[in-house]
């Protein structure tokens, strides 16, 4: 198996005045964690919350940073900046980040998307704003190809991009040295792309067949559940253990994801994309070769030589990510 994850420089945290809280917003979990002279200390985790009132997820926020001061021993008046990874897409109103996030807004796809809530975005940076002075939200992808290019798997590149295979797809891009980020901070939202016909997988933003319908954790488990996979997991684990049928499977999935990274490598000249999440992570030995056959030998002049490498910040990813918005 690949080696631990580096550690971060000594000098990331050598001298930092303050702390800063870091908080990692995912489809399934928030993570928080607070950053000063000692290090990265006192993670707290939650299942994000998805019931009651659109604000719920920012007031979840804001309780898991007291909780993580708490267990760091640092005062909250002590916190000096708050970065926020977060999966989007995002909403902007009245200046502050709002999450249009399929796989957290029920009221995106419908009752058939089996979400218990009907939010079209979930509120998130106003409570935050009013808490602390500085406050930084950005795309977790796009946090997380900062984190890679300054420490990780991406270092010294500026044709580069971060993929997150998920429960959803996400995808941080930097071209020519600079990091993509559109209009509304949602450039990389390549998980809502099409690659094929399919149209029987539901995807949480409404669309029916895009990637993160077809093969994001999630959407595994709604597919293949019926056929005896009930979640990515199970399929993986079967298609490795050399099941007919989740070996087939998986070649389809990785067709699909393949294909999307092809698109990126096609259409951005990249030189490597670094990749990470939770079902790439756990069964990377096996997809890595299958996702790389659908990029080399595809139109070599834009394809030779382009690697698809493991998040070199391994499964603390998401925990660097948020520190890279405010260290």
Not at 1 to 27: E, I, K, T, Y
Not at 169 to 196: E, P, Q, S, T, Y
């Amino acid at each position: 198996m690949p080696s631990d994850p580096p550690s971060l420089p000594v000098s990331v945290f050598d001298g930092m005045a303050g702390a800063r809280a870091c908080v990692d917003v995912g489809g399934t979990k928030v993570a928080v964690s607070v950053a000063d002279a000692r290090g990265l200390r006192g993670r707290v985790v939650e299942p994000t919350a998805k019931t009651g009132g659109n604000d719920a997820l920012g007031l979840q926020v804001l309780r898991l940073i007291e909780a993580s001061c708490a267990d760091a021993g640092v005062s909250r008046p002590d916190i000096t900046a708050v970065g926020v990874s977060a999966c989007g897409p995002f909403l902007i109103r009245g200046g502050c980040v709002e999450l249009a996030a399929p796989n957290i807004c029920g009221g995106l796809a419908g009752a058939g998307r089996g979400l218990p809530n009907d939010w079209t975005s979930a509120v998130l940076e106003a409570p935050l704003r009013a808490a602390f002075a500085h406050v930084h939200v950005t795309n977790d992808a796009i946090a997380a190809l900062v984190a890679e290019r300054r420490w990780g798997s991406l270092q010294g590149l500026d044709h580069c991009a971060y993929v997150t295979w998920s429960t959803g797809i996400g995808v941080g891009l930097c071209v020519d040295g600079r990091v993509l980020r559109g209009k509304n901070g949602n450039a990389g939202h390549a998980g809502h792309m099409f690659v094929d016909g399919n149209d029987d997988a539901l995807c949480g933003c409404g669309n029916i067949g895009d990637v993160e319908g077809q093969v994001a954790g999630n959407a595994l488990a709604r597919r293949f559940a019926s056929v005896g996979y009930a979640d990515a997991a199970a399929l993986l684990v079967a298609a490795q253990a050399g099941d007919p049928r989740a070996v087939d499977i998986v070649d389809a999935v990785c067709r699909v994801m393949g294909r999307a990274l092809y698109n990126l490598v096609a259409t951005l000249d990249l030189q490597r994309i670094s990749l990470g999440g939770s079902v790439f992570w756990h069964h990377r030995e096996y997809l890595l070769p299958r996702l790389q056959s659908h990029v080399t030998g595809s139109l070599p002049a834009l394809t030779a030589g382009v690697e698809l490498v493991e998040a070199g910040l391994g499964d603390r990813l998401g925990d660097y990510a948020a520190l890279a918005l405010v260290a």
